[in-house]
């Protein structure tokens, strides 16, 4: 077997190979290596394995981020939940770690990460604090409403009841979706992804993308990016206003998406990922979302820790609270630079 780095005129064949792979996701798409060149313009390194008839046998994208204050890293996929190696056969799956680990070391990156859904016993250093929250799905958004307990169905016509309406579109709703979002992220102290990824998102995988926002009169209030592989229905990025929280359009935001999933015939519903226990995980368990392992792997040069580049850190602590005070322009304006390196 060879392993090799793909060019535009392989990506018809790995969407082949990825449309019959059961290990595939969406973030395993070639067009990826576009839409974060021209989001962030980072260099992607699309790895394929072939066998001698040049059959692909697995595939392994990777991002390459380098800042001075998060590092030089690998990632397969940075600012998604999945990502990593796929295959079936354990020597292609061999042959694409020594080759990603190869280019860590030409590029003398602190580390590689592999974002797995399934564990590479390769005695690499991993974390699986996170989850994946996903729901199965009956045929019809009745069945889905009526197998909700009776709390969690009054929860849902509050919103209702307060006059808020909802639609689903693609780049008409992106504004709304980006003026939630962006706000949301400012109050949890954290940067925001510039409004071009969304919109190059969009535009590259328009079968698979769609926004759904909750309005209160014309005013967005909560909104989410729903994506679409096979048969799963993804919301990777959700936020709502705090101001109308007593009014809960998260509740509405997530079950017209859970609705618009079964009227689509996706049988899965994917929350995101969460951390078992928080906030975030009991609201999304009190839907029926189970949780699903997820296993991130480091290669660390010179049996290194493991970084931790999360909110959870002591040492972001300060800039985090300095960050929910800055102007909102300040943090749309700043927000692009910090977080493209962020994985």
Not at 34 to 51: A, G, M, N, P, R
Not at 135 to 159: A, C, D, M, N, Y
Not at 261 to 271: K, N, R, W
Request: hydrophobic residues 40%.
């Amino acid at each position: 077997m060879l392993v090799r780095v793909a060019d535009l005129k392989d990506s018809d064949r790995i969407d082949v190979y990825l449309k019959t792979s059961d290990q595939s996701s969406l973030y395993h798409d070639y067009l990826w290596g576009e839409v974060i060149w021209k989001s962030f313009h980072q260099k992607t390194y699309y790895l394929i394995c072939e066998d001698q008839d040049g059959s692909i046998q697995g595939v392994l994208p990777l991002v390459h981020l380098k800042s001075l204050l998060f590092g030089n890293i690998l990632v397969s996929m940075p600012f998604f939940n999945y990502g990593g190696v796929i295959t079936k056969e354990e020597t292609a799956r061999d042959l694409l770690i020594q080759e990603a680990i190869r280019i860590a070391q030409e590029k003398k990156s602190n580390y590689l990460e592999l974002r797995q859904e399934v564990p590479l016993n390769k005695g690499f250093p991993m974390k699986t604090n996170k989850v994946s929250m996903r729901l199965g799905l009956p045929k019809t958004p009745e069945e889905l409403l009526k197998s909700f307990p009776s709390k969690l169905r009054s929860q849902i016509r509050v919103p209702q009841k307060a006059g808020m309406s909802v639609r689903i579109g693609r780049m008409e709703e992106l504004d709304s979706f980006y003026s939630v979002f962006s706000i949301n992220m400012r109050d949890l102290g954290t940067p925001v992804y510039p409004i071009r990824f969304f919109r190059n998102i969009l535009e590259r995988f328009p079968g698979n993308t769609r926004i759904c926002t909750v309005y209160q009169e014309n005013i967005p209030v909560a909104s989410g990016f729903l994506a679409g592989w096979k048969d799963k229905l993804e919301i990777p990025w959700a936020s709502s206003l705090r101001q109308f929280n007593r009014m809960s359009p998260n509740m509405l935001l997530y079950w017209s998406s859970m609705a618009f999933a079964c009227e689509q015939g996706y049988a899965v519903f994917d929350f995101g990922r969460s951390t078992v226990g928080e906030s975030t995980f009991r609201f999304k368990e009190q839907w029926g979302a189970l949780p699903v392992p997820l296993y991130w792997h480091f290669w660390m040069p010179r049996n290194k820790p493991v970084p931790d580049l999360t909110t959870k850190n002591p040492k972001y602590r300060v800039a985090i609270s300095l960050w929910k005070r800055l102007p909102l322009p300040v943090t749309r304006f700043l927000g692009p630079r910090i977080v493209k390196n962020i994985p």
